[in-house]
DNA sequence: GCGGTGGTTCGTGCATTCTGAACGGCGTCC
DNA sequence: GGACGCCGTTCAGAATGCACGAACCACCGC
């Protein structure tokens, strides 16, 4: 582990939507560094484009981070064939669909589409991050993660409440994960907001590991009478993004027994009547 | 300038829409380093997100950059600056506009908003390179910076040519850069693309730095007719962006003499009958 | 004009990175 | 099906490049 590189990509993350502009004093305070080196890192990064320097010597996040941002999403074969899929679970369900990966331990919204019986979900937007114990995506990721490392994370972000069902525990989570990776899929009843739920699925790539999550969210007074057929959906929508990846499973976890290698049913992502 | 770092950032900058996996042995070929050095930088990158690891060891761009990039999109004053007025000029004109920036002495384009008279250019795209001395934003940005830096550019990546108008001497350059500069806007001729003509001025910053410009995109037979109208067009919205960015200048290079201190006409972003 | 804040520079000592060789897993070609 | 070769990964020694603190300078507010 390099850790100037490890340096220079703390001192990235430092840059949020709260906070894009950065001096060298307070880089050298929020990394715990000397002001000389907090200085040089800035520096090389503004040199190589990762960062711009404002006339009056402040860093801002550089023009070379959009251009590598579109060069990963050119290539994403992930995106590319979640695409269609969530263009179709969008218009058979109105509703809102999203496509989350984790980082750094939170879950970070990489699509979203809306649908027009959606209501507008301000909280996950595209490029946005949110704590992973409370939303459905974020619990389908977790649930595919080392219990330690859900620790970590858990240790280091702690369990913020959003609503009276967030997760408050580790005892609860640690559950509830578990029942996620069992059943394959996981809901957000109402967890990150009042009213708001939803079911979300696990994406796996070739080699079998869960790189994404995918989920439809929907108002509460539609998602009790409907959660069967919506996790029909997703879970199958989340399936076929999988096998679009190069991943091939004899029996899914939710048809043991059964032995069904039949491609995905078309019924899934038809709309609930 | 921290070696380590110039050398990650080297690592990130390989990953192209045309390359976009790269193996250790690959990426320690292309740096001339050895692999046990290239192993390290690209295990780290992956560890900090910025990289991603496939299943079978090789390495490919991480999520932790589309975050990084929609923070800098979302908090980029240049952009919010310059999308309404694009937008006028799109309305007035139906042809295409650009927003561009300089990032290693090539362009990069941040914006670009299609017009519905306009003919789809393929060539330009959001987060798409190209080289800086062929288009109209690009002679714009070299005009603007150092003829050290430009000659540096020049030699590193050569005068490619796409059309027979393409500029093709380092002199041819030096004298149609010095003219930019004075006139304090640049014509791109079917430089790029037989067919395709645009205008284009610099944005400054309000350190009275030119840290963007902008273009508007004409096909040859209505470019030549209204080349008068286009050029007051994109200056004045340039000029525009840049009073929105805190740029104030008492008289700009082509009012030389005049002291007109209004502000911008708003005739300007009319179409052209 | 003075003090304070914040960005920048410099030189030295020490730890971190660099190097090259060896390991082991995987795919492939015979 | 076996052996070869490619490629990602690991390791230990050696020197180079980074970390550090103090000092400098420019700007701003008082």
Redesign the interface.
């Known amino acids: 582990?390099?850790q100037?590189?490890?340096k220079?990509?703390q001192v990235?993350?430092l840059?949020?939507?709260r906070q894009?502009?950065w001096g060298v004093t307070e880089v050298a305070a929020a990394l715990a560094i000397p002001k000389s080196g907090a200085h040089?890192?800035l520096?090389?990064?503004a040199?190589?484009?990762?960062l711009q320097r404002t006339?009056?010597g402040r860093y801002?996040?550089?023009?070379?981070?959009?251009?590598?941002?579109?060069?990963?999403?050119?290539?994403s074969a992930l995106l590319r064939a979640a695409r269609p899929v969530m263009e179709r679970l969008v218009a058979g369900w109105g509703e809102t669909t999203h496509l989350a990966?984790l980082?750094?331990g939170q879950v970070?919204y990489?699509e979203k589409l809306q649908g027009d019986r959606a209501l507008e979900i301000v909280l996950s937007g595209?490029?946005?991050?949110l704590p992973a114990h409370c939303s459905g995506v974020g619990k389908v990721l977790l649930a595919h993660q080392p219990w330690e490392t859900v620790l970590q994370i858990v240790q280091r972000t702690g369990l913020v409440s959003f609503t009276p069902n967030t997760i408050r525990t580790v005892e609860q989570l640690r559950e509830e994960l578990e029942r996620v990776r069992q059943q394959g899929f996981a809901y957000d009843q109402e967890e990150v907001m009042v009213g708001l739920c939803c079911a979300a699925a696990p994406i796996y790539?070739?080699?079998g590991?869960v790189i994404a999550a995918m989920s439809l969210s929907v108002p509460a007074y539609r998602f009790y009478p409907n959660r069967q057929r919506l996790t029909t959906a997703i879970v199958d929508a989340a399936r076929r993004v999988s096998e679009e990846l190069g991943y091939y499973q004899e029996a899914w976890p939710w048809e043991n027994g059964k032995q069904s290698r039949s491609r995905s049913s078309e019924l899934a992502t038809s709309a609930p009547t």
Chains 1, 2 share one sequence.
Do not use: C, H, I, Y
Not at 47 to 50: F, M, T
């Open positions: 582990m390099l100037t590189v490890q220079a990509a990235l993350r840059f949020t939507p894009p502009e040089a890192l520096r090389t990064l040199a190589e484009g990762l006339p009056n801002r996040l550089g023009w070379s981070l959009f251009e590598l941002s579109q060069t990963l999403l050119d290539s990966v980082v750094d970070l990489v595209v490029g946005k991050r790539d070739e080699s590991q």
